[in-house]
């Protein structure tokens, strides 16, 4: 597979929404397909041994849609190369496999994504994979967190999950570089809408796209964008060997979501900014996380590096963790489940939900908070929505 036919047409320097809508992909030589069509085949015909048509041989290495997935992110983080895999978890245990060997260490946020710290606590540890964790909006303790010579990856997110605490990519990708170690930065909850930390810095994007990238809470998918060719193609080896490559199908959603990720940001950042405002002057809700606020300790950075501060919140309420739980189970509109990113509106109770695999360590999240992924519904349906259930 050449890297013409994995990566073409990023439309470089284009506007994002129109990179969205058509990089990756030429409308079809042959009929003139406008969208890429979903090619359900496991191999292609060669033209005797070894003589590939447009470089495609079997479709875990390689598929048109697929293709032009990865070819369409790359663009939107301002890559060179992205690859597409069957979950966001995956991407991540396809990435740490690439770049780490046993007896390396990594950072990861002190309130990373259960799933995240699920991967290394519990698989990647086995594995011989060492790690720390710091808050990735303290410089200081990721620096001091780094263990020299060893640690390979300081993995941020940014916003965090669920805190939406902020990491200053650019200045995290100092301290890594400083010492010898790559700057992962997990996307998801900004998209590359609102934020490309490569372009800030950062070595490898990666992406849950089951959430904003996708948009419509239909599918599972995970990718990985990077900048620097050689461990592009590592990176491509490992994607290749291990084989959790996105189905075409899957390929397919992800792309379609992709074309419309900028409007439906820009509508998702909108309600959640009145949802916000609901919040903050709300009597049963102790402590809005929203980085738009003014008062949040990562504003000013996220004001630099985001454009703007996305659709995620999260709150405390009183009442502890009862009223938490009844919050949830009240909401009519906003729909109790976990997941984000979606054009519809979730609420999820993090410490008994997602991050239910951090409770009893240090990641633990406190029991009173609630998050939301505000959708694009009409606003004043989820405020009124979101008044009725906290009583
Ligand atoms: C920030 C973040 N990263 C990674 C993942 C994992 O992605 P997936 O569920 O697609 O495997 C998630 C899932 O919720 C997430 O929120």
Redesign the pocket.
């Given at each position: 597979m050449t890297e013409q036919h994995r990566q073409p047409h990023q439309l470089k320097g284009q506007g994002f929404d129109t990179r969205a809508i058509h990089a990756g992909y030429e409308p079809d030589p042959m009929t003139g397909s406008v969208i890429p069509p979903i090619y359900a085949t496991s191999t292609y015909k060669q033209d005797g041994v070894g003589g590939l048509r447009g470089g495609y041989e079997y479709s875990r290495s390689a598929n048109p849609t697929r293709a032009a997935l990865e070819g369409n992110i790359a663009a939107l983080e301002e890559g060179e190369r992205g690859f597409a895999f069957a979950?966001?978890?995956?991407?991540?245990d396809t990435l740490l496999r690439a770049i780490c060997n046993p007896g390396d260490h990594v950072v990861i946020p002190d309130d990373a994504?259960g799933?995240?710290f699920r991967l290394v606590d519990k698989v990647a540890t086995r594995w011989g994979l060492e790690y720390s964790h710091a808050s990735v909006s303290d410089i200081g303790a990721v620096g001091a967190a780094i263990v020299p010579g060893r640690t390979k990856v300081v993995w941020i997110?940014t916003p965090t999950?669920p805190l939406l605490n902020i990491g200053d990519i650019e200045a995290l990708a100092a301290v890594a570089h400083d010492a010898g170690a790559l700057l992962v930065v997990?996307n998801?909850?900004a998209s590359p809408y609102l934020q490309q930390p490569l372009v800030l810095g950062a070595d490898v994007v990666?992406?849950?796209?089951?959430?904003y990238c996708g948009g419509h809470s239909d599918v599972?998918?995970?990718a990985l964008v990077v900048r620097d060719l050689e461990l592009a193609e590592w990176i491509a080896f490992h994607h290749n060997a291990i084989g959790a490559v996105a189905s075409p199908f899957d390929s397919w959603l992800v792309l379609r979501g992709l074309k419309t990720l900028g409007v439906r940001m820009d509508r998702h950042c909108d309600n959640a900014e009145q949802v916000v405002e609901f919040l903050t002057g709300h009597r049963a809700v102790t402590q809005v996380f929203y980085p738009g606020l003014e008062e949040h300790p990562g504003h000013e950075i996220a004001g630099r590096q985001m454009k703007r501060y996305g659709g995620i919140v999260s709150f405390r309420v009183t009442g502890g963790e009862e009223h938490a739980l009844d919050v949830c189970a009240k909401a009519e509109v906003i729909t109790l489940g976990?997941?984000?990113g979606g054009v519809e509106s979730l609420i999820e109770h993090p410490g008994r939900m997602?991050h239910a695999s951090v409770e009893g360590t240090d990641l633990e999240v406190p029991s009173d908070l609630i998050r939301l992924s505000v959708g694009i519904e009409t606003a004043e349906d989820l405020l009124a929505d979101l008044d009725q259930a906290l009583g």
């Open positions: 979950s966001g978890l995956v991407a991540e994504y799933g995240t997110e999950n997990d998801t909850f990666v992406h849950s796209t089951t959430k599972v998918g995970g976990e997941s984000l997602t």
